[in-house]
Structures are given as C-alpha cells and as structure tokens.
C-alpha cells in the first residue's frame, strides 16, 4: 500500500502559519478517525502532536491542531516558532491492525 | 523516566539476521500494544509491524510488503519488544525505531537504534 500523501515541504515566517496536508483514500483516512501527526527532529525520537485527528496530547501547545475532511487529514501549525522546524508525518489507522504514514513534510521557518 | 531505547543495531552483512530489542521503563509495558518503524536514509516513516498487548493475545500484524521477512514478538518478564529481521537486504538499511500504542496511536517513541546493510 502506498503511503499518505504529503507535500514535500512547506515554509513560513515566523509567527504566520502553515498547513500540512496528508492525503490518503476511502480505505484509510476517509473512514477511520485515527489520524495521528507526529514531529520529527533530526536524531530524536518522533514525538506526537495530535491523535484521533485532532486530539492533542498534553504539554502539546493549542498552536498545532489537527483536522480532517473526507480523505484528507491536515495540521495547522499557528504562530511560527524557530523550533518547529522540523519533519512532520501524518500516519493513519488502516485496517486489521495496521498503520500507514505519510512521506513527510519539511516545515522550514524562514 | 517513561521511556523505550531501542538497542542491537549495528552493521551487518547482506543474508545475515539480526535482532533488535526495544526496553521500556517507567510504564506499566504488559499492558501496552507495541509497533516497530523504521526510516531509510533520505525517506519517511514506514510502519513495519505490530504486536499487541498479552491480555489481547500479543498477537502481530505486519506491512503486507514485510511479513515475510519480519517477526515481532514480546517479553512481558523484561519489559522488552523484539523485531528480528531475516534475510538482510541493503534496502533494509534504517533507523529502526519502537512505539508504545495508546489506543489507536503511538504515543511514545525510542530513539532509534541505525542498522546498515553492506558487505
């Protein structure tokens, strides 16, 4: 199965926002309300910033909100900071206990 | 600390087989399903496979593009998760990361542990 789909990279200024998107089929994001969007630092562990869509872990700031209409998943990224820059990766529940990610998006602040 | 460190990586030749193990702390690890992910150098995450937690049977699913080649299995008595890679390709060449699952989702990741492939 092919990965989610992910725009390769999305860039911002600080305090602006950005919007990630992860685009998947009818077998994956569209039926199934566990979608889970994860940073990654380079040569840290990917930590995660929303699950079930758009619920938020704690300690995870009300800047990253997590989204979803039809087939496609989104993370809104607001107010900017330096150390957002990171790799972000959507990854949904797909069936039979069984996981799928997306390819990744740079998020680079300007 | 609540953590996973993921250990037995290392480089290892084409054919050969390997074992990693995943160690948890500071969590209650039997009652936790676990997943295993890696990520090639210069790509995305790419779920490998799965294995619930005891009272569900620890049972294991896998990447259909995987299973052959791949098994995960547990250690409730240690606390620890292993994925032993068979037939080692350099295409398996990664980082090979560990993920506890709460719910639907992975709620806390290793650090990695790199496995190169090469001759």
């Known amino acids: 199965q092919s990965a989610l789909t992910q725009p390769r990279s999305v860039s911002g200024s600080p305090g602006q926002s950005v919007t990630i998107s992860c685009t998947g089929t009818t077998n994956d994001v569209a039926i199934y309300d566990f979608v889970s969007w994860y940073q990654h630092h380079p040569r840290k562990a990917p930590k995660l910033i929303t699950y079930?869509?758009?619920k938020r872990p704690s300690g995870v700031p009300d800047r990253f909100a997590g989204s979803k209409s039809g087939s496609t998943a989104s993370l809104t990224i607001s107010g900017l900071q330096a150390d957002d820059e990171a790799d972000y990766y959507c990854?949904?529940?797909?069936?039979?206990?069984?996981?799928?990610f997306g390819g990744g998006t740079h998020v680079t602040v300007l | 600390e609540v953590q996973l460190v993921e250990s037995g990586g290392g480089l290892e030749q084409p054919g050969r087989s390997l074992r990693l193990s995943c160690s948890g702390s500071g969590f209650n690890f039997e009652h936790h399903s676990m997943s295993w992910v890696r990520q090639a150098p210069g790509r995305g995450l790419e779920w490998i496979g799965f294995?619930?937690?005891?009272?569900?049977?620890?049972?294991?699913h896998y990447a259909a593009s995987l299973k052959d080649r791949f098994t995960i299995s547990r250690d409730d008595s240690k606390n620890v998760a292993y994925l032993q890679v068979n037939s080692l390709r350099s295409e398996d060449t990664a980082v090979y990361y560990c993920a506890r699952h709460a719910g639907m989702t992975q709620d806390l990741w290793g650090q990695g542990t790199l496995v190169t492939v090469s001759s």
């Open positions: 990854c949904s529940y797909v069936d039979g206990n069984t996981w799928l």
């Open positions: 294995i619930s937690s005891r009272p569900y049977g620890a049972t294991t």
């Open positions: 079930d869509v758009n």
